[in-house]
């Protein structure tokens, strides 16, 4: 099995939900896991060759997601 690729987000907690849910429904695209929920830090897994669909995605949906104060 290949390891995955790994990335710490700071997003918005209340949007955690939105974020896994994407993920999710693009075929299991990335595996996102709460770190410090309080303050929105999460950890996305993924293979690496998704990058540049998790990158695209990411990128797409920012503004949705991001925390206000960090």
Not at 8 to 33: A, Q, V
Not at 38 to 57: H, P
Request: aromatic share 10%; charged share 20%; net charge negative.
């Amino acid at each position: 099995m290949e390891s995955l690729e790994q990335i710490f987000l700071i997003i918005s907690p209340k949007k955690f939900h939105i974020l896994k849910f994407l993920l999710e429904g693009y075929d299991n695209l990335g595996i996102i896991s709460s770190y410090q929920n309080e303050r929105g830090i999460v950890l996305l897994r993924y293979n690496k060759n998704s990058a540049q669909d998790i990158f695209g995605l990411l990128s797409s949906i920012a503004t949705d997601i991001q925390a206000i104060n960090i």
